[in-house]
């Protein structure tokens, strides 16, 4: 009878199996209809870092110090400050690329930056056809923070 | 009219209505497969070709098409064009003998049906095997061997399984069949449920269908047999599994479940009915259940399903007859 | 060495053969197939292949379809990690190590992060050490449902890899809200957390485990574990002995199949597990089977253990107050945790700079892949995948 035993075992096992994917059949569909329908996102979520614009003045918070650039473990940020015709540093950056292509989203930059000039926005979709082209300057980056809702912070809880 | 002349053209147009048929077939059950296992896996399936993503296979047959004909170096030529050919032809040749309808039978009502079903369904064998060589390669030839073994181990108990239901009816003629289900008012799948489950069970093995489907096992030895073609010589094969899948299922509706029999409808759509409810369990079983290994198989249709069934005939003969 | 070995676990340890390198064994079995043993195959098994789980390279030596020997070939994920760190600070190390085991990225960071708050005898406040337990859990839970997906779907149940995907969805979103990233995080650092977690996050958190308890546990079960076809296609395959496990240095699962009741978690605690109350659980047979229920089981503990952190997390700040710039002093230090794939270990070696002079990575998958010829002789080609996939292997650690 040990022999009749596993069979109705193993057929038990194999009917309840079944059962299981029956009842998915019934449940909603997790997939979303991309890109029709959006991921939700919440906030915080890392996309890539942009540069913040002051509100009052119109200008970037950014000072060009290169915190940000020594932070960065792959060392996709370029900063280059910007000097008037005497020589005089003027706590601008003149350039200041971010190569996408590198970023690995780490959010080290945002940590280091002691002006409050970085952010982390949630857009990540930034597929160009040229790879040249993932690298942002300060303009684009302006842009995007404009355009997204960025925080220093997931959760937006204060470090 | 000459009297040949309308029997010849009456053959042409049933030989279309076939083809044409089975065409549709395969564009329904792909989808129907895709659907179905999308709502069991919490995914949508295909929905951006046509209405519910029906039109999809229409996109990927014209991918197929567009393909590059790779031809594998040191293949045997001949054998390894024709072997798609050879998997497909049985596929059809099975729509000879069904009946449709109280006095219809798309081809002849042959008084030797099921033997006919039986010799040509194993044809597709043949087939494999001449894939698996014409190919020369390790993997394809691996494939192919297992795939020979295991087939050979099914071919017994499922003819051992419609021998009992051809006891049942008294006749091995398939129309015969249905007519004793019809005249007796019960379907033989209630005195031969053993012999229906065995039936599927052998089916699913020898199509490679469901948790028998290591002869293309894509985890394994990447595509076994069916790894040196590519573009529409595969898209034959996949065609000829899809419509012996829907032959397999329309046996077993019409041998176990009353064929054409049913109220209101017409016979050839209870038929239809009766087979695609048969598929659609075939793909849930086969979206349920891992693999066998092959010596699971062979053990299986070895040392269980080969008693089961000769003891299910032993007692239909008794009881039953 | 070996009889060291010997006296230690009692007799009958297996003598390791000696190493033979990937040359060697390819004239070998080029020689036995010309030499008349015309049945013996060489078959190259990836490195792309639906199932190694990541580029690995298995040269496999069949006669018939049985497998005589399986040499792993390893290196196709190589990234340097080891020498690109030795010029980073240690904010930089910490997200980087993500990188290795990338599944379970918490637990790459603690084994780093650990090491250098143990140089410096730097103590985490008690928040930020039970959220540090409740994420390593969460991320233990996340890890095994991975592996289930992925073990079932190297069976041919290809629908329960889509299940657990569903309920690791879920964890994607819950993870992406308190840290902002879905895979790879850079949430813990030196002295703590980076952030705090809100109470929201913690009900949410708590409805998915219910969920989860609820139906899709048992639903795993139900579907693949107690499966007839699963259970004969593990049973009995890659067995490990208790003796082979230590002589070859496994692990976590692997050597809790083998029957040893080792876990670092309960030896020598690198969080405050001793506050929790969980079970061990531990195999008989060391098959791929036991193998199995040892993870399944081990992911209800870890739900019980999130469960009890939960309830018991005190107030207070996550982060120690710590200079910006770290310099660990002078020394050594060799860090370990228990991973969902075995023992992390990190030997961090410190010059007293800003960053690591040398970190040596112990990573446990690549211990276990030399288990895998002892695995797999005498078996099947199928059982190979089960093999591979009973170790739960990610190419990422193996190589770095």
């Not at chain 1, 109705?8 to 019934?26: D, N, P, Q, W, Y």
């Not at chain 1, 900063?79 to 989203?105: F, H, Q, S, W």
């Not at chain 2, 017994?156 to 015969?176: C, E, F, H, K, N």
């Not at chain 3, 410096?120 to 233990?140: D, N």
Request: glycine letters at 8%; charged letters at 20%; one cysteine or more.
């Amino acid at each position: 009878m040990g022999v009749l035993n596993d069979v109705a075992r193993a057929a038990k096992s194999i009917v309840k199996g079944h059962m299981v994917t029956l009842r998915e059949i019934f449940k909603p569909p997790m997939t979303i209809r991309y890109p029709d329908e959006k991921p939700e996102q919440p906030k915080g979520s890392r996309g890539m870092p942009v540069l913040k614009v002051n509100a009052e003045t119109g200008e970037l918070n950014c000072t060009a110090c290169g915190l940000c650039a020594r932070s960065c473990p792959p060392g996709c940020i370029e900063v280059i400050e910007e000097t008037d015709a005497n020589g005089k540093r003027m706590r601008r950056p003149l350039a200041y690329n971010l190569d996408m292509g590198k970023c690995m989203v780490c959010n080290l930059c945002i940590e280091a930056c002691p002006f409050d000039a970085l952010e982390m926005a949630a857009n990540f979709e930034i597929s160009v056809y040229d790879p040249e082209n993932l690298v942002f300057n300060k303009d684009q980056l302006a842009t995007i923070w404009k355009n997204y809702d960025a925080v220093r912070i997931a959760g937006g809880e204060k470090l | 009219m000459p009297g040949w002349l309308i029997d010849f053209l009456w053959v042409v147009v049933k030989v279309t209505l076939v083809i044409a048929f089975v065409g549709v077939n395969f564009i329904f059950m792909v989808w129907l497969e895709r659907k179905l296992s999308a709502k069991m896996q919490a995914r949508i399936g295909p929905n951006r070709v046509g209405p519910h993503g029906s039109l999809q296979l229409i996109a990927d047959a014209l991918k197929l098409f567009s393909k590059e004909d790779i031809k594998p170096a040191m293949a045997d030529p001949k054998v390894w064009a024709l072997a798609p050919v050879v998997m497909f032809a049985p596929a059809l040749l099975v729509f000879y003998v069904l009946p449709v309808g109280p006095n219809a039978v798309i081809g002849t009502d042959l008084n030797v049906g099921l033997l006919y079903l039986a010799a040509v369904s194993s044809f597709t064998l043949v087939g494999i095997f001449m894939a698996g060589w014409g190919s020369n390669s390790k993997y394809s030839l691996l494939g192919a061997m297992r795939a020979g073994a295991a087939l050979m181990a099914y071919e017994i108990p499922l003819v051992l399984s419609i021998l009992t239901v051809a006891m049942l009816a008294g006749t091995l003629s398939v129309q015969g069949i249905v007519q004793a289900q019809v005249d007796r008012g019960y379907y033989f799948v209630f005195p031969g449920i053993v012999a229906f489950i065995i039936y599927f069970i052998c089916v699913m093995a020898e199509l490679g269908r469901g948790p028998f489907d290591l002869v293309e096992a894509e985890h394994e030895l990447v595509m076994g047999y069916q790894t040196e073609y590519s573009g529409m010589r595969w898209g034959i094969m996949l065609m000829a599994e899809y419509t012996n899948q829907f032959t397999a299922a329309a046996i077993a509706a019409m041998l176990f479940l009353g064929g054409w029999d049913g109220p209101f409808l017409p016979g050839w759509l209870w038929l239809v009915i009766k087979a695609y409810a048969l598929v659609m369990v075939m793909m849930w079983v086969r979206w349920t259940l891992p693999r066998v290994r092959i010596d699971q198989l062979l053990d299986l249709s070895w040392k269980f399903l080969l008693p089961v069934s000769l003891l299910n005939l032993v007692v239909v003969a008794i009881f039953l007859v | 060495m070996a009889d060291q070995i010997e006296r230690s676990i009692g007799a009958g340890v297996q003598v390791i053969e000696d190493a033979e390198t990937m040359e060697e064994a390819l004239r070998r079995a080029h020689l036995e197939e010309q030499a008349g043993e015309r049945r013996r195959m060489l078959v190259n098994f990836g490195p792309q292949h639906p199932s190694t789980h990541g580029v690995l390279r298995v040269l496999l030596t069949l006669e018939g379809e049985t497998v005589i020997d399986a040499q792993p070939d390893i290196g196709y994920l190589h990234r340097n990690w080891e020498k690109i760190v030795e010029g980073w600070t240690y904010a930089m190390v910490v997200p980087f190590s993500d990188r290795n085991d990338y599944l379970a990225a918490i637990c790459n960071e603690q084994a780093v992060v650990g090491a250098v708050e143990r140089l410096m005898g730097i103590e985490v406040p008690e928040r930020g050490q039970f959220l540090r337990v409740l994420v390593f859990e969460l991320q233990r839970l996340t890890s095994h449902l991975i592996w289930f997906g992925t073990f079932a779907m190297d069976m041919g149940a290809t629908t329960a890899f889509l299940h657990a995907f569903r309920e690791r969805e879920r964890c994607y979103s819950l993870f992406e809200e308190i840290t902002g990233a879905r895979l790879l995080y850079n949430y813990l650092r030196i002295g703590g957390l980076r952030n705090d977690v809100p109470d929201s996050w913690l009900k949410k958190l708590e409805q998915f485990l219910d969920d989860f308890e609820k139906e899709a546990y048992p639903s795993y079960w139900d579907l693949v574990i107690n499966n007839e076809i699963f259970r004969v296609r593990t049973k009995g395959i890659g067995v490990i002995t208790p003796e082979q496990a230590i002589a070859y240095g496994a692990s976590g699962p692997v050597l809790r199949g083998s029957g040893i009741r080792w876990d670092l978690r309960k030896v020598d605690p690198f969080l405050p597990y001793d506050q929790f109350e969980f079970d061990i659980p531990v195999g008989t047979n060391g098959d791929a089977y036991d193998r199995a229920i040892v993870r399944m089981k081990e992911m209800m503990e870890s739900v019980k253990i999130i469960r009890q952190v939960m309830k018991r997390l005190p107030d207070g700040p996550v982060m120690a107050k710590l200079p910006r710039a770290l310099r660990p002093p002078k020394g050594q230090v060799y860090n370990r945790v228990e991973s969902p794939r075995g023992e992390v270990g990190v030997y961090l070696i410190s010059d007293g700079g800003t960053g690591p002079y040398r970190i040596k990575w112990r990573s446990p998958c690549f211990t276990h892949l030399m288990l895998l010829p002892v695995m797999a002789r005498g078996h099947l080609v199928a059982d190979l995948v089960t093999c591979i996939g009973s170790i739960d292997i990610v190419l990422g650690e193996v190589d770095r």
